[in-house]
């Protein structure tokens, strides 16, 4: 029966297939997300979205955008960096390190006096930052193709919040696992969308902003993913961090939101000492340490 429209259909959307299972049933959930019917894999519903990581992470990202001064926190940031730094070196005292989402280099920056470093950043404008005023390497290139790390010659990989951010984690994941060498570590974080306050807060919770970030994880699924291509989870832990107040006043009442502060955040900002770092903890982020225990998949 015809509908009485004229014209070429418009083409179905692209099928979602789930990077953790394989299968390709997914259910709203609640905001954009999609949660996977066979393993509980969260992600976002972006098929028709066209993303230009490059144009994204433009210098805006870090001054305006997600952050409200990144450079400006370095301080703050660091104090992060040297907890992340001290948890790697407790199972690899030293080797070659690639970081991928280094930013403006300041784990880098770190690391540098125990390990061989190396980090991966869609950011021209941190790569150059990195390289030029923190003399550390870092590299403006896609790390799935470029050659330079020879497989197995890596004994850390570590990405600080950023697996959530890639379109293709999975590809990264295997990447990684083909660098690394047997018995060498992958660290991250992320955050956990199984937890308490994900729970309670659901299309509310702070880490809830795609286009930025696209995948949401749990212990399961993040779990899952790293065993499928070699890895073997030792650890799982939820870290608190330090946030300038600067920044914590600008994510409460500012980001992603239209028009001029109001009053109340104006008034905290001349009160309050805007670079100070203060230590939260409200658990719903992991860090997850895996050590690649096999070859990384034939097909990756």
Same mark, same amino acid.
């Given at each position: 029966m015809s509908s009485g429209r004229t014209g070429s259909a418009s083409p179905a959307p692209p099928a979602i297939t789930c990077l953790v299972c394989g299968e390709t049933a997914f259910d709203p959930l609640y905001a954009t997300l999609l949660r996977c019917n066979s393993c509980g894999f969260v992600t976002a519903d972006m098929a028709s979205a066209d993303i230009d990581p490059y144009a994204l992470y433009g210098p805006g990202y870090f001054s305006g955008e997600e952050y409200i001064d990144y450079l400006g926190d370095k301080q703050v940031i660091q104090r992060n960096a040297r907890r992340w730094l001290g948890i790697v070196r407790k199972y690899v005292p030293q080797g070659r390190l690639v970081e991928l989402g280094?930013?403006?280099?300041?784990?880098?920056?770190? =690391?540098?006096?125990?390990?061989?470093?190396?980090?991966?950043? #869609?950011?021209?404008?941190? &790569?150059?930052?990195?390289?030029? &005023?923190?003399? #550390?390497?870092?590299?403006?290139?896609?790390?799935?193709?470029?050659?330079?790390? =020879?497989?197995?010659? #890596?004994?850390? &990989?570590a990405m600080w919040d950023v697996i959530e951010h890639l379109e293709t984690p999975d590809r990264f994941v295997e990447r990684s696992a083909e660098l690394l060498r047997e018995g060498g570590y992958l660290f991250l974080t992320t955050g956990d969308i199984e937890s308490w306050l994900a729970r309670r807060q659901r299309e509310r919770w702070r880490l809830i902003?795609?286009?930025?970030?696209?995948h949401y994880f749990s212990p399961s699924s993040i779990g899952n993913l790293l065993r499928r291509v070699g890895f073997e989870v030792e650890r799982i832990s939820y870290p608190g961090y330090s946030r300038s107040i600067e920044q914590i006043l600008y994510g409460l009442f500012r980001l992603?939101? =239209?028009?001029?502060?109001?009053? &109340?955040?104006?008034?905290?900002?001349?009160?309050?000492?805007?670079? +100070?770092?203060?230590?939260?903890?409200?658990?719903?982020? +992991?860090?997850?340490v895996a050590r690649k225990t096999a070859q990384a998949r034939s097909d990756a």
């Open positions: 280094s930013a403006y280099g300041f784990f880098l920056e770190l =690391a540098q006096r125990f390990f061989d470093v190396l980090g991966y950043d #869609v950011s021209e404008e941190g &790569v150059r930052h990195a390289n030029d &005023v923190l003399r #550390v390497r870092a590299r403006n290139e896609d790390f799935i193709t470029d050659t330079e790390p =020879a497989a197995g010659s #890596v004994d850390v &990989v902003h795609p286009p930025t970030h696209l992603g939101r =239209a028009g001029e502060p109001g009053p &109340v955040y104006r008034g905290l900002s001349k009160l309050l000492p805007q670079k +100070m770092g203060v230590y939260v903890n409200t658990r719903d982020i +992991m860090l997850v």
